[in-house]
């Protein structure tokens, strides 16, 4: 291979996502964004050679795919135009969706067709709006790599087989989408908390910032939705303690240890008052209501000791109803260990099918710890470590397992 030819086959592995992820976002069709991707990179096979590489590859790839797409989607204006026209003349057309300004917030509500599985519209769109790459979506949905890059696949497949329009939704099919606008910028938001990518630093506060804000945006188009307001509460109380979650050496602070007085005491004011406006209701909550509950009695306390333990698994038992899912039995499990001990946790947590799951690990290592089984915690935080992939969580690990007895 020339040497062009290999700083060209550098820059595919380095900016090929990113190149995808811009164009989705700029054009809101995962296809054109893909296809002229390929295109910037064929014309960077055919001129760079005789041109020389230019000082931003990057730059360069996404100034070309954007003009590529530019001039693929302006074949299709006179089309859009003549159907827009059509549109026009019908009296009971129902109001276009003119309240979402925001471009990133319309292509999130665009993308979380309901013709589309749930989990599907969820990967889709954090692919295309969100820029996480197949990887850290898999990590999300704890599935493997491969098999997200599939489930992917599968959706495009179905968008062009059934002609699924990439059209922004109207005012009144706002309803139907909000569950899975409202999963995606969850798993933004968790992707910034505690980032998957070992590449990245611990904690991305760009896009923690990115899914409060857009999460601002749909309470304000959907206000009498409960888990609207629940999931931003959620991230206001969990944002809360950000400035506290990492170490001056960048390890993972838990939240037993952290500087409680560091938390943003604004954040948390607003997070309860949303709680309490929710519980004012009377309306049965839903899961992230119930979340948000659980994350109020946590910045409510004024240490660990302090906390309303009962409370907490109270809540745990709520959420178990609305979710049965294996990391919110795991998740209680915690609870339970601090309300009834270790021991009785361990019970609750042995047998839960989550091998892959590092946090499962992780768990049972504190827990073997606290009963002084410190070769079995050992295994324990060995095999969290090998799974865990945020630098800052790895070695705190590590440094707790170095520290048992007998190492």
């Known amino acids: 291979m020339t040497e062009i030819g290999e700083v060209i086959a550098r820059v595919h592995r380095e900016e090929w996502a990113r190149v995808v992820a811009t164009m989705a976002r700029r054009v809101g069709d995962l296809d054109v964004a893909e296809e002229s991707a390929a295109e910037a990179f064929a014309t960077a096979v055919e001129r760079w050679p005789a041109d020389g ?36 003349l019908r009296s009971d057309a129902p109001e276009p969706l003119g309240a979402i300004d925001d471009d990133r917030l319309r292509l999130v509500f665009t993308c979380c067709h309901p013709a589309l599985a749930m989990e599907s519209r969820v990967a889709l769109t954090l692919r295309m709006v969100g820029g996480l790459t197949v990887p850290e979506i898999a990590r999300a949905f704890l599935v493997q790599e491969t098999a997200m890059g599939r489930r992917l696949t599968r959706a495009k497949t179905k968008i062009k087989d059934a002609r699924i329009p ?6 009144e099919d706002l309803p139907r989408r909000v569950t899975g606008v409202l999963a995606v910028l969850y798993l933004i938001f968790n992707e910034g908390y505690l980032t998957s990518d070992p ?18 945006l749909v309470r304000a188009l959907l206000p009498a939705d409960g888990e609207v307001a629940g999931l931003l509460a959620l991230m206001l109380l969990t944002e809360a303690r950000r400035p506290a979650r990492l170490s001056a050496t960048g390890e993972l602070v838990t939240l037993t240890d952290q500087d409680r007085g560091a938390w943003d005491r604004s954040l948390i004011a607003e997070g309860h008052a949303l709680v309490r406006e929710r519980l004012a209701t009377g309306r049965p909550p839903g899961r992230y209501q119930v979340l948000a509950a659980i994350n109020a009695v946590h910045t409510s306390a004024p240490d660990v000791r302090s906390t309303d333990w009962s409370q907490i698994v109270a809540l745990y038992d709520q959420l178990a109803r609305l979710d049965p899912s294996p990391v919110v039995r795991l998740n209680r499990a915690i609870a339970i260990a601090e309300l009834d001990g270790p021991a009785v946790a361990l019970a609750e947590v042995d047998g839960l099918p989550l091998a892959g799951y590092h946090p499962f690990h992780a768990t049972r290592a504190e827990l073997l710890r606290r009963l002084g089984r410190s ?33």
Do not use: C, F
């Not at 530019?70 to 135009?81: G, H, N, P, S, Y």
């Not at 295994?379 to 007998?406: K, P, V």
């Open 375 to 407: 070769e079995e915690s050992r295994a324990a935080y060995d095999r969290a470590i090998e799974l865990a992939a945020n630098t800052g969580e790895t070695a705190h690990l590590i440094r707790r397992r170095d520290q048992l007895a007998g190492r």
């Open 199 to 216: 590449a990245r630093e611990p904690v991305r506060g760009e896009l923690t910032a990115e899914a409060i804000r857009l999460t601002r």
């Open 53 to 88: 590489v230019p000082p931003n590859p990057g730059a360069w790839l996404t100034t070309t795919a954007y003009r590529k797409a530019v001039d693929r989607l302006r074949r299709e204006v006179k089309r859009a135009e003549k159907h827009q026209e059509a549109s026009m």
């Open 166 to 171: 990439y059209g922004v939704p109207y005012r």
